[in-house]
């Protein structure tokens, strides 16, 4: 009883004391402050203007004058690396300098085969030219500030260097003379100029962020020197030199960095938390409808037949061209789609989107040469491309716990093809020796695979970068014009543009607004 009765005393003392509450923890302290090492990828595309001026050798035809001014568009696919320090002021400001390396195919390639027929006379020339970059890099300064503890947007700056770099290899023959020339040149040199851009970057969880951002680079221009010899049996020979002017390069790209540094400790020193470590809350819910609005920029490749045919004298070809050509440009549009989320993360979706603009490729070229007694000039543009593009996708990803969205995605994709030719020649005798029109326009269907990213940034928006390859059936332009050769009548002529497969290579950014917010996921009961 004795035993009992203190038991009961000594509880009734304890509850006379004041209670404690157990000491709360503070969420881990997040910091953009540090060293950082990364990859990315992308695509970058731009105009390269161009001209070509040579002299031919005396004593064989000669005086031989020749020029070309261009404009033609380059680009396509790299990858590469970048390394930076960030430091976040109290205030939410990140300043921080970043050096990046880029490696790809962000050249302007020609492969051509062209040749003029008559009867009992024709002349060929096979050959083919490249111009662009074969690496790029940029050192720069960025300017941001912390939107939350995990999304940084900025603005950034700076620095850029290039190689830029050209080669170019092909020969004539005519009937009756032979090989009636070879032409080899190739040079390269590094530029600099300036860079400006902006973009984001937001914390995955522990040591890795993702980024995307857009850069515009502007470089001097290159030159080097052709050398071209005229009939090999006489050994005369001449040269000129081919120079770019100043370069242009859009590039948008995704990547992803690790951030340097000792783990940071909780404000209680309650234990290590990883850099950008989950902060505990509740799991968005993918599943519902959305829209949003996108932009970005597309590159790509196409090949070409451009055929000239005269049927009323002969029915003879004139002219036959094939080649090979780089395109892009800017885009802009909306998607809407519907996803569902698995107890598992597992998200499957379906997407429509539409851009309005995109890969295009144009070219403007004045041409002239003489010898003495004789000239002919030829002025021109042609542009070929997507006037807009859209695609119905399946979306398969898995929901990160960091609120991530990572995803694959393919399916059936529609584009507007548009093209027009329009140019004329003249040669001394006849000013208008051939004028040439023609345009078209088809609505081509192809395929589409891609992958990318989604991060909710409030309860009902979010932002997402992805990368796109599309495949389209190619589209011919036809046209007509006039020709009045010397030794034969004049008559109506026939032009038919001839476009292989289309492939663009897209990435952009986007913003969603999720119907019904993003609440809660499901949670997987476990027993």
């Excluded at 009961?8 to 006379?16: L, N």
């Excluded at 992308?42 to 031989?64: E, H, I, Q």
């Excluded at 540094?261 to 950008?276: H, K, R």
């Excluded at 026939?494 to 950014?509: C, H, K, Y």
Aim: charged content about 10%; cysteine-free.
């Amino acid at each position: 009883m004795a035993f009992t009765a203190l038991a009961f005393a000594g509880a009734a003392s304890a509850a006379d004391l004041p209670s404690r509450k157990a000491a709360l923890i503070a969420p881990p302290v997040l910091t953009w402050t540090g060293f950082y090492v990364g990859l990315h990828s992308g695509t970058s595309a731009g105009d390269v203007s161009s001209s070509y001026n040579f002299l031919g050798p005396v004593g064989v035809g000669s005086p031989d004058v020749q020029n070309l001014n261009s404009k033609l568009p380059f680009g396509d696919l790299f990858i590469g690396a970048q390394a930076g320090y960030n430091w976040q002021m109290a205030n939410g400001a990140v300043i921080g300098v970043e050096t990046d390396f880029s490696v790809g195919v962000l050249r302007k390639h020609a492969s051509v085969q062209f040749g003029t027929y008559f009867p009992g006379f024709f002349n060929t020339l096979n050959g083919q030219a490249r111009f662009g970059l074969d690496w790029q890099g940029s050192t720069r300064l960025r300017l941001g500030y912390a939107v939350t503890p995990r999304f940084l947007p900025y603005v950034t700056g700076g620095l850029a260097y290039a190689s830029i770099a050209g080669d170019s290899n092909w020969n004539t023959f005519a009937a009756g003379i032979g090989t009636t020339s070879i032409v080899q040149g190739n040079g390269s040199s590094v530029r600099f100029g300036w860079t400006l851009g902006a973009g984001f970057e937001y914390a995955l969880g522990g040591n890795l962020t993702f980024k995307s951002e857009y850069l515009y680079a502007r470089y001097g221009g290159a030159a080097y020197t052709q050398n071209t010899f005229h009939e090999p049996t006489t050994g005369a020979s001449g040269s000129g030199p081919v120079a770019s002017h100043a370069v242009g390069v859009h590039t948008l790209r995704t990547g992803f960095n690790y951030k340097f540094g000792l783990p940071i400790i909780a404000a209680t020193g309650g234990g290590p938390l990883g850099l950008f470590a989950d902060v505990p809350g509740p799991r968005a819910s993918w599943t519902g409808f959305y829209v949003g609005v996108n932009g970005g920029y597309g590159g790509g490749v196409l090949e070409s037949h451009l055929a000239q045919f005269q049927p009323t004298i002969g029915g003879f070809e004139i002219e036959s061209i094939r080649s090979k050509l780089g395109m892009g440009g800017f885009l802009a549009g909306g998607q809407a789609g519907y996803n569902h989320e698995y107890a598992n993360h597992v998200v499957v979706g379906l997407e429509t989107d539409l851009q309005w603009g995109g890969a295009k490729t144009r070219g403007d070229a004045t041409f002239g040469g003489s010898i003495p007694g004789f000239a002919q000039s030829l002025t021109g543009n042609a542009r070929y491309g997507l006037d807009w593009h859209g695609s119905t996708r399946l979306r398969l990803g898995y929901a990160m716990g960091n609120g991530v969205l990572t995803y694959i995605t393919g399916g059936l994709a529609y584009a507007g093809l548009s093209g027009r030719i329009n140019w004329t020649t003249s040669i001394t005798g006849f000013p208008v020796f051939a004028a040439v029109d023609g345009s078209s326009s088809a609505v081509k269907l192809g395929w589409t695979l891609g992958f990318g990213g989604e991060y909710p940034i409030t309860d009902r928006l979010s932002v997402r970068s992805e990368f796109l390859y599309a495949r389209y059936a190619g589209m011919p332009v036809g046209g007509g014009g006039t020709l009045n050769p010397p030794a034969f009548a004049a008559g109506p002529m026939v032009q038919t543009l001839e476009v292989r497969n289309v492939g663009t290579s897209t990435a952009r950014v986007g913003l969603n607004y999720k119907f019904g917010g993003f609440g809660t996921a499901p949670v997987v009961a476990k027993y």
